[in-house]
């Protein structure tokens, strides 16, 4: 298997991981419509705002933020999260990045230094599988990452999922794009209620409320492949902490690729 797998040396200086998690599965295939709701699958409260701009933004400055480092990797991270889509977060937002020319097409070739990570079904596993795709991609771990996503869940991340994996702080940055133009006191209610405040409480996202947001997000069984590819962080993966280990916050107390 591993034969089929070349880490060439274009790869061997990338050290920055740069993920855009997905937020929602755009149904396109050219960018004239790509602003335009239904051609899109979102959740309810998604629409009838600027949600669709806000992701937008968040692929393209992604995007810039990779053209600007030639040692980024850009990964576009999430799964099959749709019963009615037959692809997953990740790959659309790819596709939409080439569809509307904002990454580069060297030789009609797909541009090197970005891919998908097409198996997280929340944040925790957006930024942890995508720590685990940067080295199935390249064949190491980064050194350092950046994370594009909504500014409201800018604490969600750097605070509590940043932590549970140990990353140092230093090594951790994160680029906030909220709508614009909204009132955005109700996002801000349900990024606590939903977000925050059952991670305070599941570090791991892994009990009861985060568990069956798990599931309801895997309606085709979807099974992620980097206990093979990234064995490194095995024991990481089963972490699941309860009583017996101090509780649904202890932290992994393992080693890590990144603790050097």
Same mark, same amino acid.
């Given at each position: 298997?591993?034969?089929?797998?070349?880490?060439?040396?274009?790869? +061997?200086?990338?050290?920055?991981?740069?993920?855009?998690?997905?937020?929602?599965?755009?149904?396109?295939?050219?960018?004239? %419509?790509?602003?335009?709701?239904?051609?899109?699958?979102?959740? #309810?409260? @998604?629409?009838?705002?600027? +949600?669709? @701009?806000?992701?937008?933004?968040?692929?393209?400055?992604?995007?810039?933020? =990779?053209?600007?480092?030639?040692?980024?990797?850009?990964?576009?991270?999430?799964? @099959?999260?749709?019963? &009615?889509?037959?692809? =997953? $977060?990740?790959?659309?937002?790819?596709?939409?990045?080439?569809?509307? +020319?904002?990454?580069?097409?060297?030789?009609?070739? %797909?541009?090197?230094?970005?891919?998908?990570?097409?198996?997280?079904?929340?944040?925790?596993?957006?930024?942890?599988?995508?720590?685990?795709?940067?080295?199935?991609?390249?064949?190491?771990?980064?050194?350092?990452?950046?994370?594009?996503?909504?500014?409201?869940?800018?604490?969600?991340?750097?605070?509590?999922?940043?932590?549970?994996?140990?990353?140092?702080?230093?090594?951790?940055?994160?680029?906030?794009?909220? &709508?614009?133009?909204?009132?955005?006191?109700?996002?801000?209610?349900? $990024?606590?209620?939903?977000?925050?405040? #059952?991670?305070? @409480?599941?570090?791991?996202?892994?009990?009861?409320?985060?568990?069956?947001?798990?599931?309801?997000?895997?309606?085709?069984?979807?099974?992620?492949?980097?206990?093979? +590819?990234?064995?490194?962080?095995?024991?990481?993966?089963?972490?699941?902490?309860?009583?017996?280990?101090?509780?649904?916050?202890?932290?992994?107390?393992?080693?890590?690729?990144?603790?050097?």
């Amino acid at each position: 298997m591993y034969a089929t797998v070349d880490h060439g040396s274009h790869l +061997s200086t990338l050290n920055h991981l740069v993920i855009v998690p997905g937020h929602a599965i755009w149904k396109g295939t050219t960018a004239k %419509h790509v602003f335009e709701e239904d051609s899109w699958h979102l959740e #309810p409260f @998604q629409r009838g705002g600027g +949600s669709v @701009q806000a992701i937008y933004n968040h692929i393209a400055r992604g995007v810039d933020i =990779t053209l600007e480092d030639e040692r980024a990797l850009l990964v576009f991270s999430g799964g @099959q999260t749709k019963k &009615v889509s037959t692809t =997953t $977060e990740g790959e659309s937002y790819l596709r939409l990045a080439h569809a509307s +020319s904002l990454l580069p097409s060297p030789t009609n070739e %797909h541009f090197p230094r970005a891919t998908t990570e097409d198996n997280a079904l929340d944040s925790f596993q957006n930024l942890l599988f995508s720590i685990a795709r940067f080295h199935e991609y390249t064949g190491h771990y980064p050194s350092q990452i950046t994370i594009v996503g909504f500014e409201i869940k800018r604490r969600r991340f750097t605070e509590l999922h940043r932590a549970a994996l140990r990353w140092p702080e230093e090594h951790f940055h994160y680029v906030g794009i909220d &709508v614009e133009g909204e009132d955005l006191a109700p996002a801000r209610n349900g $990024e606590r209620q939903n977000g925050w405040l #059952p991670y305070v @409480q599941d570090s791991y996202g892994c009990h009861d409320f985060l568990l069956a947001k798990r599931r309801a997000r895997n309606p085709f069984n979807r099974f992620h492949p980097y206990f093979t +590819s990234s064995p490194e962080l095995a024991a990481l993966f089963n972490w699941c902490p309860g009583q017996d280990e101090g509780g649904q916050t202890a932290l992994y107390p393992g080693p890590l690729p990144w603790d050097k």
